[in-house]
Every structure is written in structure tokens, then in C-alpha cells.
């Protein structure tokens, strides 16, 4: 993936609001790699942004990982994980958290916004956040340190419009009646960076 590089990223505008861009249902594919053992695999899924009783929402991501390693036979399984994006100082920006509450990060698309760091010992986390079009975006972590040495780059492309809020639901025939269900418990690994519990 070609995910550009923080100086090309196309400035969405002073009027973007990134929980109304986010909100619906996104395909998700990333690669992933393990550069200190030559681990290359694959994640596939959707990624479904849902409302949050506080105002923003919830990001919770299912599908499939395939790792295929240098030296040992290829996995492949269901993974998911989820988090909570909750308002921060302007609409252009939400700041991530685990479910448990924890702090993961910031994200933006706009400026300085779409770079954030995350330290979890002994490693440090860098993400970018890019624009692709309206209705695709994509995310690259770059983790080092002592235990790990990771490179996962992510491209989501929108799979519905976004649900206008002040439509009657009963009006909507065509959205997911699965949209507004409550996560299922998350399984296998997960598919991309998390912090040591």
C-alpha cells in the first residue's frame, strides 16, 4: 500500500467534521509487516463507526488476519477489535480510547492533526491519518523499539452513506439493521498495534 506521505496529505478544510465523515460501515484492508523477522501478513474486514452516548462513536473492526512467516506455517483467523472515539477540542479531530478508558490517541486529518504518537513500553507507536477521497482514507502505524519493529498500513473505503441523523429510521430501508447492534466480543489477535496490558 502507498499510503502518501504526512506532507502530501490533501488539508480536508476548516469545516470538516471527522465523526460525520466516519460515521456508517467502511471495508478495511491492510498489510502488515514484522521487520524483525520478515512476517508479512494481511488484514480484510469492515470496520462499522457507530454513535456514542457521549457524542462520538464507536470503532469496531472485524474480519480476517493471514500472516505468513519465513520460517513457519501461515496463520489465518477471525480478528476484531474496537475503541471509543470521543469528541476533543474541535470537530475536526477525535481523540481515541480503549474500552477499558485508556488513552490510545488523537485523530485528525487536517494539518498536524493527522500524526500522533503513542509510547507503550518499551515501544513507541506513530501513526498517519491520510485522506484518500471522499469515501476513502487510509492510516499507517510504525512501531519500534526493543519488542517490536512493525509497519501496518490500512485503506478503508466508505460501503454506505454516512445515515443523515435527523432521518426517521423507519424511513431508511436500506440501511444495516446490524449497524446499531451491540459489539460481539472480540476474537482472535488483533490485527494491528496494541499496548502490553
Known sequence: MNIPAP?????????????????????????LLDRSNGTR???????????????????????????????????SGPASREYVLRPADAPAVLDVYFPDGRPFHRMGFAGQTNQDVHWCDPDTYRVTYTVLGPDEYGYRWDVTGPAKDQLLESVLRRLDAAPDPDQDPDQNQDQDPDQDAAPAPATGPAPGPRPAE
Open 7 to 31: 506532507d502530501e496529505t490533501p488539508d480536508p478544510g476548516p469545516d470538516f467534521d471527522l465523526r460525520t465523515y466516519l460515521r456508517g460501515s467502511w471495508s478495511v484492508d491492510r498489510t
Open 41 to 75: 501478513g494481511t488484514f480484510t474486514g469492515v470496520v462499522r463507526f457507530t454513535d456514542h452516548d457521549d457524542g462520538g462513536l464507536y470503532w469496531r473492526e472485524e474480519g480476517t488476519v493471514r500472516l505468513a512467516s519465513s520460517s513457519g506455517a501461515p496463520f
